[in-house]
């Protein structure tokens, strides 16, 4: 039998962010992962970037994590939303920049280590199995972290704020507190008899690094396609196996799944003149570069994120298409509200597994995870058609956006995850 204040099932990006927050301010926590940990941070695992916006960065140094990830990190300085046009022609002539220098500093919490005073980018762009890697290192840091890999959790008899896991092997785990970090098919959100509202895509995201002659100079780029979303965000430079600097970029590229086999299936060369059909050639040619991956869409989110002695967190508490890129970033901003929860609950000597305690946490995080759900779900139907009427609007809104200084600096506070009722980690404070 292990006995355990929390019981974190599920160790992804959210669920070690989870531990190293909890096991940083002194709170016993068990962290439960099936896969193993090497294979996590082969390139072959994940092919997915995340942007990290900078509210999240803030609470990435806040749990002592960011300076594993910050050598792997390109800034976002600029981003750039375009609309285009059917067939890969006739894109329109209006767009939305943002511009990182256009924010007021002083408008901004927090500061970015080693960078007071200066104005911070909206956010970085690392490759997931970067994120993994420096999360597990600090883990490794925390004597009140238990990191077991390679193991499931086959069974939890919720008995209130005593709940008893099963592991794989055999082994109980008894803990003041479960909590559910294991994506949008979560099994604990199963266990605990807590449903879901599903609404599954008809595409897929094809995902994967490719090179470009030219730099990025840290452009995030979002071009709306009738059949959805096309971004290439820009990655850290590296070199290539003659020693060239190689630059480089990830792209999240929405299409109908019935064609993605195909694609898939072609050079890269080819697929090389897809994307550039599809992007244009302001970063000069484009090749894929390493493996390529396909991941079905769906929006996901649960009927409640709480019940005594259970929490939900990330996307097993809900997942939204990657349209905004903000996935990862609501899941921080969930362990960052969880987190300061506990973490004050547990210094008053508190049952931190109480609904008097976890209630605070499903208010202060509903509200705000609904409506990003429900903003990405809207973008991606307003933009994923090519009617004539619509395209209009679409070119009038981007125009007077543009023109809307006052709004447009609100949205760009959006996108950099410090709008709203912040925890303390977003604040750039300490729990």
């Known amino acids: 039998m292990l006995e355990t204040e929390v019981l974190i099932v599920g160790g992804g990006m959210v669920g070690m962010a989870m531990a190293a927050a909890l096991g940083g301010a002194g709170i016993e926590t068990l962290l439960v992962e099936a896969e193993k940990l090497p294979d996590m941070a082969e390139p072959g695992f994940d092919g997915r970037s995340s942007a990290i916006a900078y509210g999240s960065q803030q609470v990435l140094s806040g749990i002592g994590a960011w ?8 800034p976002i300085r600029d981003i750039r939303v375009s609309d285009g046009g059917w067939q890969f022609r006739e894109a329109s002539p209006f767009f939305v920049h943002y511009h990182f220098a256009d924010l007021q500093p002083q408008t901004i919490p927090g500061t970015i280590p080693g960078a007071e005073g200066r104005q911070p980018p909206f956010g970085w762009i690392i490759e997931n199995r970067a994120v993994r890697q420096g999360l597990i290192r600090r883990l490794q840091e925390l004597p009140f972290v238990t990191h077991i890999a390679a193991m499931s959790v086959t069974a939890i ?17 008894r803990a003041r507190l479960v909590i559910g970090a294991d994506g949008r098919q979560s099994a604990v959100r199963r266990m605990a008899g807590i449903g879901a509202r599903e609404l599954g895509y008809k595409h897929s ?25 096309f971004a ?66 769906k929006m996901v989110l649960a009927d409640t994120y709480i019940k005594e002695g259970l929490a939900l967190t990330g996307d097993a508490a ?13 899941g921080v901003r969930d362990v960052a509200a969880l987190a300061e929860k506990l973490v004050d609950a547990h210094r008053l000597g508190l049952d931190i597994g109480s609904l008097a305690v976890l209630e605070g946490y499903a208010r202060w995080r509903r509200f705000d995870n609904l409506m990003m759900v429900l903003v990405t779900d809207g973008l991606t139907r307003l933009f994923s058609n090519d009617l004539p009427p619509v395209r209009l609007l679409r070119d009038i809104g981007f125009f007077l956006f543009n023109k809307a200084k006052p709004l447009k600096r609100v949205a760009m506070r959006h996108a950099m995850g410090i709008v709203g009722d912040l925890p303390r980690l977003v604040r750039g404070q300490r729990l």
């Not at 300076?67 to 390109?74: M, R």
């Not at 704020?161 to 785990?173: E, F, I, M, P, W």
């Open 67 to 74: 300076d594993y990830l910050a050598p792997a990190a390109e």
């Open 157 to 173: 008899d919720f008995q209130g704020t005593s709940n008893l896991a099963t592991l794989s092997d055999g082994r109980q785990v």
């Open 205 to 229: 995201a094809i995902v994967c690094t490719v090179s470009h002659e030219l730099p990025h100079d840290g452009v995030a780029h979002e071009h709306f396609l009738p059949i959805g979303p």
């Open 232 to 297: 290439m965000l820009p990655m850290k430079d590296d070199v290539d196996e003659a020693g060239n600097i190689r630059h480089r970029s990830s792209i999240v590229w929405t299409e109908d799944a019935r064609i993605i086999p195909m694609l898939l299936g072609l050079s890269d060369a080819d697929l090389g003149r897809e994307i550039e059909r599809r992007f244009g050639h302001t970063l000069g040619r484009i090749r894929p570069i390493g493996p390529r991956f396909n991941y079905p869409l």
């Open 318 to 330: 809900h997942g939204m298409h990657p349209i905004a890129g903000q996935g990862f970033n609501m």
